[in-house]
């Protein structure tokens, strides 16, 4: 069985940092596009960034971009988020998801993905 294992997350005050980990067993996650996605209480799941397997182009919501940064270390088979000026409404459940779509369009959707991992929860709050 494909596992994804997120790792990194807690609770840090808002405009702090955290680096998310994503690593795998069983499979190398350079042939795949790997997405980070959330999903805070009571709301659905959202794309929150994604590199794509082909070209290692990246791409991010709108809310995150230039704050949020995704990288792959193939030496350590891991994509990391590095996440800086952390804000309340970045409160949720963080998911890394794999795919093997070279879509770039469906780079950020949670219906492309073909593995997830289990999440590791961010809580931003003083």
């Known amino acids: 069985q494909l596992q994804l294992v997120e790792s990194g997350g807690g609770l840090v005050q808002p405009g702090g940092s955290l680096r998310l980990s994503c690593a795998a067993s069983?499979?190398?996650?350079?042939?795949?596009?790997i997405g980070w996605f959330r999903q805070a209480p009571g709301k659905g799941r959202e794309g929150v960034a994604c590199?794509?397997?082909?070209?290692?182009?990246?791409y991010y919501r709108p809310s995150v971009k230039g704050r949020f940064t995704i990288s792959r270390d193939d030496a350590k088979n891991t994509v990391f988020l590095q996440m800086s000026n952390l804000k309340p409404e970045d409160t949720a459940n963080y998911y890394c998801a794999a795919s093997l779509s070279t879509v770039q369009a469906q780079c950020l959707m949670d219906y492309a993905m073909n593995y997830w991992g289990k999440g590791t929860l961010v809580t931003v709050s003083s």
């Open positions: 590199i794509m397997s082909i070209d290692d182009n990246t």
């Open positions: 069983e499979f190398t996650l350079d042939k795949y596009a």
